[in-house]
């Protein structure tokens, strides 16, 4: 899962496997988030949301799960492929009246062939 | 332009020398961030502008680095007196500034200190 620190977790899976990244938010008021994607070289792009008001969400070989008692958000990743390693981070919001995304500090996936 | 701008893309520069990297952020974008990335490490939050609202500069790690943001659109990013540690890629990300409003990124601008 995420760290406080600045060195990235890594979770490290074999190609076929499911993964979950796990992001422990840290503000109580937080209402919307966001995983995002880096891959090497790139930068971070969207992959799924997830506003306060759900529990679930899920996209393409992707899910993620909020659970705001604990202040706990997992991305799940269905059927784990090479392609998907890459850095994953999580992103809250606060709604303030404007945008103020707070980012977390990644987690690492490998995917091995 | 269709994304988030960044350039250069890459820059090397000498240790003790000032650097300027800019951000041209999505067109109607409102709110502009600039962030830090070390070789494998996360991201390390440095500055925030949201329209004409004092910027957020509690990321910036020193006097060195500074920010602005000209008629709400294009950033530039200045480091003085850079020193090796300030080599890092440094990413630019925009959104439109509403709530529940996505972040889109910039490529980064790569910079190393000699």
């Known amino acids: 899962g995420e760290s406080v620190g600045l060195h990235l977790p890594t979770l490290s899976v074999q190609e076929g496997d499911n993964s979950i990244i796990n992001c422990a938010y840290s503000?109580?008021?937080?209402?919307?988030f966001i995983w995002y994607k880096q891959e090497s070289g790139k930068g971070p792009q969207f992959i799924i949301d997830?506003?306060?008001?759900?529990d679930k969400r899920q996209g393409q070989r992707v899910t993620v799960l909020l659970n705001k008692t604990v202040k706990h958000l997992s991305l799940q990743i269905a059927a784990t492929q090479p392609g998907d390693s890459a850095v994953y981070f999580c992103?809250?919001?606060?709604?303030?009246?404007?945008?103020?995304?707070?980012f977390g500090k990644g987690t690492m996936l490998l995917v091995s062939p | 332009g269709a994304g988030v701008s960044q350039s250069p893309s890459n820059k090397v520069t000498e240790k003790g020398k000032d650097v300027e990297l800019r951000c041209d952020p999505i067109?109607?974008?409102?709110?502009l961030y600039w962030y830090r990335q070390s070789l494998g490490q996360g991201l390390e939050f440095l500055i925030y502008?949201?329209?004409?609202?004092?910027?957020?500069k509690s990321g910036l790690p020193s006097d060195r680095f500074s920010a602005e943001r000209t008629g709400g659109s294009v950033s530039t990013l200045t480091i003085q007196r850079t020193q090796q540690e300030d080599s890092a890629v440094y990413l630019c990300?925009?959104?439109?500034?509403?709530?529940?409003?996505?972040?889109?990124f910039g490529q980064g601008t790569r910079l190393t200190v000699v």
């Open positions: 990300a925009s959104s439109l500034g509403v709530v529940e409003g996505e972040a889109f």
């Open positions: 503000n109580s008021a937080s209402d919307y």
């Open positions: 997830i506003r306060s008001n759900m």
């Open positions: 992103a809250e919001e606060v709604n303030s009246g404007y945008s103020t995304l707070t």
């Open positions: 067109s109607g974008h409102t709110a």
């Open positions: 502008f949201q329209g004409n609202s004092a910027p957020d």
